[in-house]
């Protein structure tokens, strides 16, 4: 795989924080389906990307592929990202993608 890089950063019995940094949107796609098993499908699960159109495009993906996902970024309106952070909040669509802009908000 390209330039990847993951860290085991916090783990307890509540919390378990994994950072990756991937070259690629490539190399997320690769790699999320091992994390997202490993830390368990009740987890609530963000994931920072570089663009808008990446947040869309992996929120895509994962949606295609059974996942319970939402993505926030600056063409969603307000009310739209408000709905996606609750949905993630109550566990309801336990995968929040956002871009990296977003994450000052957060």
Known sequence: MENASIFNCYQSANCS??????????GVLLIFSDVYASVGSEA????????????DSLEYFLDSE????????GDRTQSEREE?????RCGKCPVLVATAVCCCTL
């Open 66 to 73: 059974g996942y319970q996902v939402n993505s926030i970024h």
């Open 17 to 26: 924080v994994v950072l990756l940094f991937l070259d690629t949107m490539y």
């Open 44 to 55: 609530l699960t963000l994931v920072f990307v570089e663009t808008k159109k990446g947040a």
């Open 84 to 88: 996606a952070l609750l949905a993630f």
